[in-house]
């Protein structure tokens, strides 16, 4: 099964790996902003790194369910990436619900890592609850911050427990655990 309208980005050790077509509605938020506070290249350029460092999270995110996967011989053929994280196709399925546990944990563990990596690198800015100052166009002075604030949001997301994100598959796994 393949997403549709998703765009193949490249092959890696034989897993097609596929951008949905939503990353797009990051690429018209940048523009829309930049053009709200003043369409300047130095300011497209930052959110242009932005939205390729969010799609580098989502990827390290979807490889180290793969890597988890693979070494209980799961294999894939095709990653599909979206914003909110990626759908990976796999050939078989885990045969113990610890499996399925240890491989839906990792993706959002990683990007808690990311987040956790970039944190002695950030400035004092607005606190999280001030959400509305957080969605300002890329800066400079505030793009790491940023960046740690999309990756705990991907972990957060990640964790909501309903299939088809990791949270649903990680409470089936728990489920599992208990239960037949």
Excluded: C
Excluded at 21 to 26: A, C, D, M, Q, S
């Amino acid at each position: 099964y393949t997403v549709k309208r998703a765009i193949k980005l490249k092959s890696l050790g034989g897993i097609t790996i596929n951008i949905h077509w939503t990353f797009l509605i990051l690429l018209a938020w940048v523009i829309a902003a930049n053009t709200v506070q003043g369409l300047t290249w130095d300011k497209i350029l930052w959110s242009f790194i932005f939205i390729m460092l969010i799609f580098l999270s989502v990827l390290l995110h979807e490889l180290g369910h793969l890597l988890v996967a693979k070494h209980f011989n799961i294999l894939t053929k095709e990653i599909t990436l979206l914003p909110t994280g990626g759908i990976s196709y796999y050939e078989n399925f885990p045969k113990t619900s610890k499996e399925e546990l240890l491989i839906s944990l990792v993706g959002p563990a990683i990007n808690l890592a990311i987040a956790g990596l970039i944190l002695p690198f950030i400035q004092s800015h607005a606190p999280i609850w001030e959400i509305t100052r957080h969605f300002d166009i890329i800066h400079e002075d505030d793009f790491l911050y940023k960046l740690h604030l999309v990756n705990l949001g991907l972990f957060a997301v990640n964790l909501i427990p309903a299939i088809p994100l990791d949270g649903g598959r990680i409470l089936r796994a728990i489920l599992g655990l208990r239960m037949n």
